[in-house]
T-cell receptor, first 117, second 118 residues
Framework: DTEVTQTPKHLVMGMTNKKSLKCEQHMGHRAMYWYKQKAKKPPELMFV???????INESVPSRFSPECPNSSLLNLHLHALQPEDSALYLCASSPGTPGRNSYNEQFFGPGTRLTVL | AQKVTQAQTEISVVEKEDVTLDCVYE???????LFWYKQPPSGELVFLIR??????QNEISGRYSWNFQKSTSSFNFTITASQVVDSAVYFCALSEGRSGAGSYQLTFGKGTKLSVIP
């Protein structure tokens, strides 16, 4: 299995809703990432989990709450979002094991297109 | 601070033409990694290639080739005999090394949108 899966593919939510995005990989990767991508822009890093611990939070508002229940799963909990949070949310993973030839290549999922009304 | 510049915002070519996407990077590290990703309209970022700073060997993979030159801080990508399926946004990215135990941050360029016209 060499892919990263994300659910749902599309999500429409109101500003008062609570929803979650899910990301899963079964490649044994030890680092997982959340990115936000607006139209015609490159991905922007939000969070990094390394060995199931949050290692980087790029000053993301608290209405985004990441969670890493185990080494294969990464969630992004959403609450009280704003319309400007509408974007494509991408999850990625990388092996994270120094010494391996491909240890820092990030593999991306298909993304969740989020619309906040 | 690291930076990646993709000066070409949009490129249009006719099918079967060759096209080169430019990427120029800035970094103070002696060890770094360069990547190219393809993002078709469906949205998924597809990994194409990684290059280490200590390996300047150019690479060819089918219709794709990459030219890495440390002297000019460039890592250009050429598609030979372009096809409509090559239409996508292409991102060049740079990683300077480990930013946390086992994780690596990517700095992306702004992307080049390639349109291949049949």
């Amino acid at each position: 299995d060499t892919e990263v899966t994300q659910t749902p593919k599309h999500l429409v939510m109101g500003m008062t809703n609570k929803k979650s995005l899910k990301c899963e990989q079964h490649m044994g990767h030890r680092a997982m990432y959340w990115y936000k991508q607006k139209a015609k822009k490159p991905p922007e890093l939000m969070f990094v989990y390394s060995y199931e611990k949050l290692s980087i939070n790029e000053s993301v508002p608290s209405r985004f709450s990441p969670e890493c229940p185990n080494s294969s799963l990464l969630n992004l909990h959403l609450h009280a979002l704003q319309p400007e949070d509408s974007a494509l949310y991408l999850c990625a993973s990388s092996p994270g094991t120094p010494g391996r030839n491909s240890y820092n290549e990030q593999f991306f999922g298909p993304g969740t297109r989020l619309t906040v009304l | 601070a690291q930076k990646v510049t993709q000066a070409q915002t949009e490129i249009s070519v006719v099918e079967k033409e060759d096209v080169t996407l430019d990427c120029v990077y800035e970094t103070r590290d002696t060890t770094y990694y360069l990547f190219w990703y393809k993002q078709p309209p469906s949205g998924e970022l597809v990994f194409l290639i990684r290059r280490n700073s200590f390996d300047e060997q150019n690479e060819i993979s089918g219709r794709y080739s990459w030219n890495f030159q440390k002297s000019t801080s460039s890592f250009n990508f050429t598609i030979t005999a372009s096809q409509v399926v090559d239409s996508a946004v292409y991102f060049c990215a740079l990683s300077e090394g480990r930013s946390g135990a086992g994780s690596y941050q990517l700095t992306f360029g702004k992307g080049t949108k390639l349109s291949v016209i049949p």
